[in-house]
């Protein structure tokens, strides 16, 4: 199973709006409507953010979003905020009862 | 307060084991199905192991089949990861993680993390 495939990077000054890309395949990401979003500050466990491609867990501001179209979810962080600094990563159930990770992305507030 | 300890992380030499464990509190353990993820030094997450509630339905990454085992008791509220012939790329911090019961896939819950390293 391969990852699934993120930018590296991205950036955006606070206020402005980041969209983070996750592209994988139809045995995926384009399969199936399961796609997570997770944030990770240095040295921490992930968070989770974003389940079935748009919709956020109790406490998670509305600044964060998300979408999917064919084979590519998405993920918008608006309003950027200093702390919304960190890698964010993609995942998606991919049949029996396995799951991907996307390969992450840093995002950076300028 | 939900949380999620792991432990049993530490140093291994190539072609050794270890046994991980992670010990939950807050919720109802057998409610949940869960996972183990790892995470390479300044790598991403990788998935490497699910087991379900009730221990009837397990899966790995091809990565790591037929080298780890996944289990868990429920009565003692814990889940085992049993890592054979271990490998220099197994080195990682290994996350215990909760699926939550409400959508086919998301982890809402992650323990800390322990750090295995494999080396000479």
């Known amino acids: 199973q391969s990852a699934l495939t993120q930018p590296p990077s991205a950036s955006g000054s606070p206020g402005q709006s980041v969209t983070i890309s996750c592209t994988g395949t139809?045995?995926?990401?384009?399969?199936?409507?399961?796609v997570s979003w997770y944030q990770q500050h240095p040295g921490k466990a992930p968070k989770f953010i974003i389940y079935?491609?748009?919709k956020r867990p109790s406490g998670v501001p509305d600044r964060f979003s998300g979408s999917k179209s064919g084979n590519t979810a998405s993920l918008t962080v608006s309003g950027l905020q200093a702390d919304d600094e960190a890698d964010y990563y993609c995942s998606s159930f991919a049949g029996g009862n396995k799951e991907v990770f996307g390969t992450g992305t840093k995002v950076t507030v300028l | 307060e939900v949380q999620l300890v792991e432990s049993g992380g530490g140093l291994a030499q190539p072609g050794g084991s270890l046994r991980l464990s992670c010990v939950v509190s807050g919720f109802t353990f057998n409610n949940h199905n869960m996972n183990w993820v790892r995470q390479a030094p300044g790598k991403g997450l990788e998935w490497i192991s699910y087991?379900?509630?009730?221990?009837?339905?397990?899966s790995y990454a091809d990565s790591v089949k037929g080298r780890f085992t996944v289990s868990r008791d429920n009565a003692k509220n814990s889940m085992y990861l049993q890592m054979n012939s271990l490998r220099a790329e197994d080195t990682a911090v290994y996350y215990c993680a909760r699926e939550v019961t409400f959508s086919l896939k998301g982890n809402d819950y992650w323990g800390q993390g322990t750090l295995v390293t494999v080396s000479a």
């Open positions: 079935e491609v748009n």
């Open positions: 139809s045995s995926d990401v384009g399969g199936y409507n399961s």
């Open positions: 087991i379900s509630s009730g221990s009837r339905t397990i």
